[in-house]
């Protein structure tokens, strides 16, 4: 499944019963005996497939009659690979679990205490916004635990509704996600809110003529009440709304719970977590010295810099070439450890967007009952309490101690055979555009000795410096996609260097062939190599690798005239569409200068390079989200786009 496919599903989930798809697939509920541990009390409306007794472990976590409440996250429908590592599309889909485990004290039971637990299943990633429904319907639970409360909160999530909520692509999620303008895309929120009012309005009024004319306004419809239209201030309400987020409710046992949809996340991001938590905790035991990292075996797919290492580097080469890693917890709520985990997912997918298939290997909470099926998936994401595994280096291949802040690589963990050269399966996964690229970037570099080997090093650096300066969580995990991104285009330069390089091959690609010999060999590469194909095949743009072209514009100060005049001119032969307009916005977010480095082309000396631009900007102007793009840029730019505009006519 390509990440587009990724995001369909989570639409599809969202269209309700219309599509015969739902909110919320499953309700369970567990609780412990004292005679007979944890056993699964009820799943409604129906089984879920899985066996009960793992279910009920992992809704009671260890440690969970210590604390009065606690949060566990898990995953149904994982899909082992086969005998090749191998991964089988099709098949139920991934089902994310959030579940709510609480303990009260009660001197009339034995052991003075009883623990529910009560989980929501449901195929949308922001499983977070079932938190306040689930402590509701808990409470409700303790009161009266029959099947009829269960029905009642599965009839409450299923209604919410979010047929109004406007399903974006890819390339649009990504402008709306970093978007300085908070009303990025409003027309199309606006457009599908006049349309709920027209619906409500003459549901109200019995007006079945507005209903089926669907050219009907809230307008017409408060003129024919004799009535003071409110459209038009509920309009201007609405510009002031956050179209990153999607306002809906729940209506449960009563109270009405509002809902904030998140819009913009990522194929790879699950639920409320922070990447921020996950990098401050690990980056106090850095590398800089002998032994300050985490090294331990010096594995080359692992300690890229030897013993100088940082510990998060050693953590996302892990992630990257499918290492065993396990998040240990000892003492802390299962929630806390079930958020690591669901960071790192979204650290080695690239802010959770590069690359996927790293969530279902991932086991956000874990116990020794489940170990069988933890170790019958290659470079599984576990987070466990138990202290146990600590003790068993031979279950894992790098243990993240959350209560130490330190990463440790087991002794046990077997050096790669020698690195051979990529099959010609990859060689012939790439296209010549690609390949054109990689050898550009290698040859503008190649002068610069000692850049690569520092280059970890000023990504760490570069992270934990917008930390204390306080970037958000989006900031942050943008920084962490651009680093992915570039790892991932060394790929082709490997198999081109590979074929065709001399001994003193690029200084950039030896510094990282072995973590790519890794990465080569993981799941994560195939999917990569499937989704590079189907993105190519949906692209809108054909002919040109847009973002690398934008790349060129930003970070290449050097570049010809006659490169720079290629670029602009072949942008301008073949931005055309709206849809095309949007592909290019999608590689020029606002937040990391918007258009940027496309304005620099109206003061460039060659009149071609200058009307290219002009003819480009008209397009974009002409486009919703490129509207907003344009009034947001910086006001000598708007001057120079007028004025050339105006020359040119």
């Known amino acids: 499944m390509t990440a587009d496919s990724d995001r369909d599903a989570d639409s599809a989930a969202a269209g309700g019963d219309s599509m015969q798809q739902r909110n919320v697939e499953y309700i369970l509920v567990a609780e412990f005996d004292i005679d007979r541990g ?14 009960d007794s793992h279910l009920a472990e992992l809704m009671l976590p260890d440690g969970a009659h210590a604390r009065e409440s606690d949060w566990t996250v898990f995953f149904l429908n994982q899909k082992a690979p086969d005998a090749d590592g191998r991964v089988a599309d099709g098949g139920a889909p991934l089902l994310y679990v959030l579940n709510l485990v609480r303990t009260k004290h009660d001197k009339e039971v034995r052991r003075g205490a009883v623990v529910k637990a009560m989980a929501v299943c449901t195929r949308h990633r922001f499983i977070h916004i079932y938190q306040a429904m689930l402590m509701l319907a808990l409470e409700n639970y303790y009161r009266a635990p029959t099947e009829q409360t269960l029905a009642e909160l599965y009839a409450a999530a299923n209604s919410m509704d979010l047929s109004r909520m406007p399903q974006l692509s890819r390339h649009e999620t990504t402008i709306l996600r970093f978007a300085d303008d908070q009303n990025m895309f409003e027309e199309r929120f606006a457009a599908l809110e006049d349309e709920r009012r027209v619906v409500d309005a003459a549901t109200r009024d019995g007006d079945c003529d507005a209903m089926a004319g669907g050219d009907a306004t809230a307008d017409d419809a408060a003129a024919r009440r004799g009535t003071v239209s409110e459209a038009g201030r509920v309009r201007g309400a609405a510009r002031n709304k956050d179209r990153r987020f999607f306002d809906t409710e729940i209506v449960y046992s009563g109270v009405k719970l509002p809902i904030r949809v998140p819009m913009t996340v990522y194929p790879e991001e699950i639920g409320d977590f922070s990447l921020i938590q996950l990098l401050t905790t690990f980056a106090g035991a850095g590398g800089g010295a002998p032994g300050g990292g985490a090294g331990l075996g010096g594995h ?15 953590l996302m080469n892990a992630l990257l070439t499918q290492k065993r890693v396990i998040f240990l917890g000892h003492g802390r709520p299962a929630g806390e450890v079930a958020n690591y985990v669901l960071a790192a997912v979204a650290l080695g997918s690239g802010g959770g967007g590069v690359l996927r298939g790293f969530a279902n290997r991932a086991f956000p909470y874990t116990n020794l009952t489940n170990l069988d099926t933890l170790l019958a998936f290659p470079g599984y994401i576990a987070g466990v309490t138990n202290p146990a595994f600590e003790e068993h280096p031979e279950w894992w291949d790098v243990l993240c101690n959350i209560n130490t802040g330190r990463i440790a690589v087991s002794p046990a963990l077997a050096a790669p055979p020698a690195a051979r050269a990529p099959a010609d399966a990859l060689r012939r996964s790439l296209d010549s555009v690609a390949l054109a690229r990689s050898r550009s970037l290698s040859a503008r570099d190649a002068a610069k000795p000692d850049r690569w080997n520092n280059r970890d090093a000023e990504f760490v650096q570069d992270l934990l410096l917008a930390i204390d300066r306080h970037y958000g969580e989006v900031a ?16 082709p330069q490997l198999a081109h260097v590979h074929a065709n390089a001399p001994a003193d091959a690029d200084r950039e690609l030896a510094f990282y062939q072995a973590r790519i010999d890794g990465f080569v060999a993981s799941h994560a590469f195939h999917n990569a190599v499937a989704d590079r194909r189907a993105q190519h095949a949906a692209s809108c743009v054909h002919g040109i690798d847009v973002a690398h072209m934008v790349y060129a514009l930003r970070t290449a100060a050097n570049l010809d005239v006659n490169d720079v005049e290629a670029i602009f001119k072949r942008l301008d032969e073949q931005v055309v569409s709206d849809e095309q307009v949007t592909e290019l916005l999608a590689a020029l977010p606002q937040s990391q200068g918007g258009l940027q480095p496309l304005a620099y082309g109206f003061y460039h000396p060659s009149p071609a390079i200058r009307l290219h631009t002009v003819r480009l900007f008209e397009r974009i102007e002409r486009n919703m989200a490129g509207a907003r793009y344009v009034r947001s840029t910086n006001f000598f730019h708007q001057c120079a786009f007028s004025n050339l505009r105006h020359a040119f006519c």
């Open 38 to 51: 944890a056993i699964l009390r009820h799943q409604y409306p129906r089984a879920t497939g899985a066996d």
């Open 476 to 491: 942050i995990r943008a920084k962490v996609e651009a680093y992915v991104r570039r790892f991932v285009a060394l790929v």
């Open 300 to 314: 080359p797919h692992l300690e890229s810099s030897g013993p100088y290492t940082h510990p998060i580097v050693v």
